[in-house]
């Protein structure tokens, strides 16, 4: 999921910077998400819901869902 929020924030012309402005977080907790890093997942999660059309159900497995459409 690192990988995939990665390439996506990437194809948006964003820098690790902006989507750690944009998430209030450090960018340091950007680059562990993207990494892999277990303790960051939140940060992950985030970065899936902000830059792909998924969200990210937290039931006893992590499921990608497609978001609802408004």
Do not use: C
Request: proline share 3%.
């Amino acid at each position: 999921m690192g990988r995939l929020a990665r390439r996506r924030r990437k194809a948006q012309n964003e820098t690790q910077e902006d989507a750690a402005a944009a998430l209030e977080v450090e960018q340091s907790n950007i680059s562990r998400a993207e990494n892999g890093r277990s303790n960051a997942k939140g940060t992950l999660f985030r970065l899936i819901r902000r830059y792909t059309e998924l969200d990210v159900t937290p039931e006893a497995h992590y499921r990608l869902t497609e978001k609802p459409r408004q």
